[in-house]
């Protein structure tokens, strides 16, 4: 067997047969497990990356049937079944599967409006989640020695576009930056001062936790000092702001962050694998598969998570992990001749989202809370989700130092990152800003 992927689907696909009479390919283009729906806390200082991107070799080492190749999957030969691939370096290689389960995940998607990815940062990967760190605590560093106000504000707005539960937390945290983290650590700008917006297109925030989840997320934010901004559709960012459209008209927003959390795509892979099989997708680029996610004509391919499109399943990690544990059934059964062809059912666990310190929502079938309960809901669920014994007790005590106190030790970065950055208009290649060079 081979699998193509080492998120949430491939890699409980992977555990669930370590016992099996299988062996399993496991292709990854990065060594590591990246726990996503904590990435917004990696990008604000909270956590390290270790404690949410284990690596696999280290998740797997006792899965004496499972190879880990690191590898970037760029096709599919359906008729000899295999996998292409090319290894760090360039050399190109092939995978032989009886049993394939592709589970890519996902992309940032800009709706069709691939120019707003120039000058926004996307929050995906690893890499993503540290450049946003760096230009988070950086925008405070330049805001204290800016030399006019109208500079200063600029740096000190932080525009988040997406009202879902990434961009609600992305934009609480750096509120909680502004209130309390950095409060007292700088002695020219008032950090409490920093605008903090929060955009979104559709009439509520967190629309898919109800109306009554979605107004007490609202009310948490904006006592913490979010500025949201519903029906509001971005039309362009560029290195100085953003423009909006809104039912108020045109405005433009005077900023150097934005950050972009509006919407997911289906990895490159999907599209691929649709064209070697023939399959279907639909408008986000998703294989539409098989009740029991097989493709349609190639029973021995599996495709699970963002990748493939089934009526009714929501876009959540919980469908990938309910599936990886399905197709992996499925394929035991094949092998002890058993097989009964069942369809994935999916059993909602509920959605929760963080806001802050001491404030999450939980909806959870027709229990719908939040406040303090809601939080110590979504921080048992969350500590129960990481990946090993050392990672939730680091994680327990950085919440405990983040959300009891105001310390964030997360906060390292290097002015070659900044200066490197085209993002960054006004910074020369060797990190120094343009109007110290103009004052001489």
């Not at 600029?154 to 309390?180: D, K, M, N, S, Y």
């Amino acid at each position: 067997m081979v699998v193509v992927g080492g998120g949430f689907g491939g890699l409980f696909a992977t555990r669930f047969l370590r016992r099996g009479d299988v062996r399993i390919t496991l292709v990854d283009r990065t060594t590591h497990h990246l726990f996503q729906p904590l990435l917004y806390q990696v990008a604000t200082g909270i956590l390290s990356v270790g404690q949410i991107a284990p690596p696999l070799r280290g998740i797997l080492r006792k899965h004496k049937n499972v190879d880990v190749q690191l590898a970037e999957v760029t096709g599919f030969d359906l008729e000899e079944r295999a996998v292409v691939a090319v290894r760090p370096g360039g050399t190109e290689c092939a995978f032989a599967y009886d049993s394939l389960i592709v589970a890519p995940g996902s992309t940032t998607s800009y709706f069709g409006n691939e120019e707003l990815a120039q000058h926004s940062l996307p929050m995906k990967t690893i890499d993503d989640a540290l450049n946003l760190r760096r230009r988070i605590f950086a925008a405070f560093e330049l805001a204290e020695t800016a030399p006019s106000e109208a500079e200063r504000r600029r740096w000190l707005t932080f525009a988040v576009v997406g009202g879902g539960p990434t961009g609600c937390e992305v934009a609480g945290q750096i509120a909680e930056l502004a209130q309390r983290t950095l409060k007292e650590d700088f002695r020219s700008i008032d950090v409490a001062s920093a605008v903090v917006l929060l955009f979104d297109a559709g009439k509520e925030i967190l629309g898919t936790f109800g109306g009554g989840l979605s107004r007490k997320a609202t009310d948490g934010l904006e006592r913490m000092g979010v500025e949201i901004r519903t029906e509001t559709r971005v039309t362009g960012i560029d290195g100085d702001g953003m423009d909006v459209e809104s039912p108020n008209g045109r405005e433009r927003i005077a900023t150097h962050t934005v950050v972009w959390a509006a919407g997911v795509q289906a990895s490159p892979l999907a599209g691929i694998l649709a064209e070697a099989a023939g399959a279907e997708r639909d408008r986000a680029g998703r294989v539409v598969v098989r009740p029991d996610c097989t493709l349609p004509d190639h029973p021995e391919i599996f495709v699970i998570g963002d990748a493939m499109t089934l009526s009714g399943l929501p876009g959540v990690g919980g469908v990938a992990v309910q599936q990886g544990i399905h197709v992996a059934r499925t394929i035991r059964q094949r092998l002890e001749g058993r097989e009964r062809g069942n369809p994935f059912r999916y059993r909602d666990l509920g959605s929760m989202a963080t806001i802050g310190r001491g404030r999450a929502i939980v909806s959870f079938h027709r229990l719908r809370f939040g406040g303090l309960v809601g939080f110590l809901s979504w921080l048992f669920v969350h500590l129960a989700l990481l990946t090993g014994h050392r990672n939730r007790f680091g994680a327990l005590i950085a919440w405990g130092w983040a959300f009891l106190g105001r310390s964030r030790n997360q906060r390292a970065f290097t002015v070659e990152s900044i200066g490197g950055s085209d993002i960054y208009r006004g910074f020369a290649p060797a990190g120094v800003p343009a109007f110290e060079r103009e004052a001489g």
